[in-house]
């Protein structure tokens, strides 16, 4: 196991953890700060990536692994299904939800939707490279050199993200969201956000591992963001009270259960698409 390695992925790691809670704080002493939009949460978004960076320059290592170059030869169905998987998935939640009545969608118009969606797809484009280049681009590909089980890597970088997110449960978000998609604590919430965290780990390193590229899981994470956030906390559904832990659009089991059986499939993907390629390296090898 290279010590150096380990070494820069603790750094990191601190530095992620502890970053939001600087933001809180600077935010603390300053005068009113915008709810949801305060200069402390805008240290607490870059601050990541900052910090991958520094780390790659001080220690010379390349960027090369971090996934920056859209690799499109050969991928572009997974740029494809970067853009489709959150549409279906919650489409056929809704489906799910409208069959059980567990879902209202009486409410739903679909042309102020499509408004509030094309509307928050850029800001969400910058704000998820930040986000996907410090957690797949960076930590998922240091920890890939350590040879770990998947399993590890993904509960690894699903913890590291989901501590990353506390401040922001904790503090950031409006209450009034967390309502909006939840009527439970914050406290609460951040138990129910991390059981999210993981099922969504699996699908994003996966697509960043099949692709060597972190630009399918910005385009995965922005279309998320700007698909089920307003659907939900914008009140375009509504969810029966007491069914949001199981049909919520964002946080519901089966929609986790569900994100985590499309993880395994690109997984599957990928580790038979390895298989043959060795087989068929041997082969040539062997002639």
Same mark, same amino acid.
């Given at each position: 196991?290279?010590? !150096?390695?380990?070494?820069?992925?603790?750094?990191?790691?601190? /530095?992620? $953890?502890?970053?939001?809670?600087?933001?809180?704080? #600077?935010? +603390?002493?300053?005068?009113?700060?915008?709810?949801?939009?305060?200069?402390?949460? =805008?240290?607490?978004?870059?601050?990541?990536?900052?910090?991958?960076?520094?780390?790659?320059?001080?220690?010379?290592? +390349?960027?090369? =692994?971090?996934?920056?170059?859209?690799?499109? !030869? =050969?991928?572009?169905?997974?740029?494809?299904?970067?853009?489709?998987?959150?549409?279906? /998935?919650?489409?056929?939640?809704?489906?799910?939800?409208?069959?059980?009545?567990?879902?209202?969608?009486?409410? %739903?118009?679909?042309?102020?939707?499509?408004?509030?969606?094309?509307?928050?797809?850029?800001?969400? %484009?910058?704000?998820?490279? %930040?986000?996907?280049?410090?957690?797949?681009?960076?930590?998922?590909?240091?920890?890939?050199?350590?040879?770990?089980?998947?399993?590890?890597?993904?509960?690894? *970088?699903?913890?590291?993200?989901?501590?990353?997110?506390?401040?922001?449960?904790?503090?950031?978000?409006?209450?009034?969201?967390?309502?909006?998609?939840?009527? *439970?604590?914050?406290?609460?919430?951040? /138990?129910?956000?991390?059981?999210?965290?993981?099922?969504?780990?699996?699908?994003?390193?996966?697509?960043?591992?099949?692709?060597?590229? *972190?630009?399918?899981?910005?385009?995965?994470?922005? /279309?998320?963001?700007?698909?089920?956030?307003?659907?939900? #906390?914008?009140?375009?559904?509504?969810?029966?009270?007491?069914?949001?832990?199981?049909?919520?659009? #964002?946080?519901?089991?089966?929609?986790?259960?569900?994100?985590?059986?499309?993880?395994?499939? $690109?997984?599957?993907?990928?580790?038979?698409?390895?298989?043959?390629?060795? +087989?068929?390296?041997?082969?040539?090898?062997?002639?």
């Amino acid at each position: 196991m290279n010590k !150096k390695t380990v070494l820069n992925i603790g750094i990191f790691i601190f /530095v992620v $953890i502890i970053c939001g809670w600087i933001g809180v704080l #600077i935010d +603390s002493v300053l005068p009113a700060q915008p709810e949801g939009d305060s200069l402390g949460m =805008g240290i607490w978004l870059i601050l990541p990536l900052l910090t991958a960076f520094i780390i790659i320059l001080f220690s010379k290592a +390349s960027r090369q =692994g971090l996934g920056l170059k859209p690799n499109f !030869k =050969g991928n572009m169905k997974w740029y494809m299904v970067s853009v489709i998987i959150f549409p279906v /998935v919650t489409v056929i939640v809704l489906l799910i939800g409208a069959a059980t009545n567990w879902i209202d969608l009486s409410a %739903f118009n679909s042309k102020s939707f499509i408004l509030a969606f094309y509307s928050t797809l850029l800001i969400n %484009f910058v704000i998820n490279f %930040f986000e996907e280049t410090a957690w797949r681009g960076y930590l998922t590909s240091q920890l890939v050199k350590l040879s770990l089980s998947d399993l590890k890597l993904y509960l690894i *970088v699903a913890c590291v993200w989901g501590l990353w997110h506390l401040p922001y449960y904790l503090v950031f978000l409006p209450e009034a969201d967390i309502r909006a998609v939840m009527p *439970v604590s914050r406290a609460v919430y951040v /138990v129910v956000a991390f059981t999210t965290f993981l099922s969504w780990t699996v699908m994003f390193t996966e697509l960043f591992r099949v692709t060597n590229s *972190v630009w399918p899981c910005v385009i995965l994470h922005t /279309v998320e963001d700007s698909l089920i956030n307003p659907l939900v #906390i914008s009140g375009f559904i509504s969810i029966a009270a007491g069914r949001e832990i199981l049909i919520s659009p #964002i946080n519901g089991v089966i929609t986790s259960i569900i994100y985590l059986a499309v993880g395994m499939g $690109i997984r599957t993907y990928r580790t038979q698409s390895n298989k043959a390629d060795k +087989s068929i390296l041997l082969s040539v090898c062997n002639h």
